[in-house]
C-alpha cells in the first residue's frame, strides 16, 4: 500500500515535470527583440513637489502606537542627528 503510494506521486511528479518542459519549449518564433541602449526618461506621476527634508522610518508596532514612540523616540533621534534630517515616523493604522 505505501509502494502504491509512493509510486503514484513519482508518477504525478514525473507527469508534472514533462508537461513543464513539453509546454515551455514550444520554440516561439515571434521573439521580440528589446534595445535597452534606447532610453527615455519617464516622468514620475505627481504633483513634482518632494519634501526630501524629511526621511521618513516606516515601524510595524507589536505594542500600542503611544508606547512604541516612547520606545524608539532616542533611536529615532540618534537617526535623524546623524543624517542631518528630521525624521518623519510612518505607522499603519490599527
Do not use: W
Not at 513539453?22 to 535597452?36: K, N, Q, R
Not at 526618461?41 to 507589536?62: C, H, L, M, T
Not at 514612540?69 to 518623519?88: D, M, P, S, T
Request: hydrophobic content about 40%; overall charge neutral; aromatic content about 10%.
Amino acid at each position: 500500500m505505501l509502494l502504491n503510494y509512493y509510486s503514484r506521486i513519482t508518477y504525478r511528479i514525473i507527469l508534472a515535470v514533462m508537461t513543464t518542459l513539453l509546454i515551455g519549449c514550444t520554440g516561439d518564433l515571434d521573439a521580440t527583440y528589446v534595445d535597452f541602449s534606447d532610453r527615455m526618461v519617464v516622468e514620475r506621476p505627481g504633483d513634482g513637489r518632494q519634501d526630501n527634508s524629511y526621511f521618513k522610518v516606516a515601524v510595524g508596532s507589536i505594542i500600542s502606537a503611544q508606547e512604541m514612540v516612547v520606545h524608539y523616540h532616542e533611536f529615532l533621534e540618534y537617526i535623524a542627528g546623524k543624517l542631518g534630517r528630521q525624521i518623519q515616523l510612518v505607522q499603519r493604522k490599527t
